[in-house]
């Protein structure tokens, strides 16, 4: 097999267009065009539907993709390994965690990273869909469980419960629930219990609609259930992990709170010597120690709850 001319097909199979694909390679739609054509009649099959909108793979050419997608990601593993053998941190870093984390905790902190290693480049990708690491959809992840593939390394950072906060204004207007039961005369603030989301907290807001909620709010992600409790649109099911940097919201009904949710860092084993994965992983470790003792200290206080 020609390996020039899979990296082309892997080229206009990804760009679904000749000229796209040639403007990558830094070749003319005539050269690609050629290498394409010399291909398909290596392999005695056609690789693509022409049309005019575009180009369509095949059954044929959806199986080579595979097997080029496959090799690509392989070839990006090494590369990072060989360049992990240097003793600098740099280059690109995928990071992938859930939309709530991702936002509302790892992004404030990550200042603190570039601080002590300018020269990395991090490619925060948030979503509630668990990408796969050992297929390189990205390089190390934070879930909200423990993963399940047995070749990831991984390591328990924390635990996290979903409780109920409101803003001082909302409360100050609304009166502060002292029962569950009075949760029906507020307006609740969750995630629709049918998106993505942690089984923990789907529970409990499931829990929480079964007492005749008069008024909700549903949003798809945790991020804008926070920017909704601070505006003052009323009681919010919240991670915990939010009240070290938003002090000014109050936890309501302190005896309810969702069952724990684990909290993990994982990454592939051929990852294992990768120095970016390290310094990511030990300022993730520092940050947490950090967030624990700190949550301590307001917990001890008992100024946040109401």
């Known amino acids: 097999m020609d390996w020039d001319k899979l990296r082309i097909f892997h080229a206009v199979a990804d760009a679904g267009s000749l000229t796209h694909a040639g403007d990558t390679l830094h070749l003319s739609q005539s050269a690609v065009s050629r290498q394409i054509r010399a291909l398909e009649e290596s392999l005695n099959t056609v690789l693509f539907h022409r049309h005019a909108r575009g180009l369509i793979l095949t059954e044929q050419g959806e199986l080579l993709f595979d097997a080029t997608r496959s090799m690509n990601k392989r070839i990006d593993a090494a590369t990072a390994r060989i360049r992990d053998s240097e003793e600098e941190v740099f280059g690109e870093l995928r990071v992938t965690t859930t939309i709530g984390f991702g936002s509302l905790w790892l992004a404030p902190r990550l200042p603190k990273l570039y601080e002590k290693y300018p020269d990395l480049n991090i490619d925060l990708m948030l979503e509630e869909r668990v990408l796969d690491l050992p297929m390189r959809e990205a390089d190390v992840a934070v879930r909200m469980k423990e993963p399940s593939q047995a070749d990831l390394i991984r390591k328990k950072l924390m635990s996290i419960r979903m409780r109920l906060y409101a803003s001082p204004e909302y409360l100050a207007q609304n009166g502060i629930p002292e029962t569950l039961e009075d949760i029906s005369n507020h307006r609740l603030i969750c995630q629709n ?13 499931q829990e929480l609609l079964t007492h005749n909620v008069k008024s909700t709010l549903t949003v798809n992600n945790y991020f804008g259930v926070l920017q909704s409790v601070l505006s003052g649109l009323g009681i919010g099911v919240l991670p915990d992990y939010i009240i070290e940097d938003f002090p ?3 936890r309501v009904l302190s005896n309810v709170e969702s069952g724990e949710v684990p909290v993990f860092l994982a990454y592939p084993e051929e990852l294992r010597q990768s120095k970016r994965i390290a310094a990511f992983r030990d300022f ?3 940050e947490i120690f950090t967030h624990r003792q700190t949550r301590k200290a307001l917990e001890a206080g008992g100024d946040m709850d109401v």
Not at 193 to 205: D, E, I, T
């Open 284 to 286: 993730v470790q520092e």
């Open 248 to 250: 000014t919201i109050r």
């Open 193 to 205: 219990p049918r998106a993505a989301q942690v089984s923990a907290g789907m529970m409990l807001v």
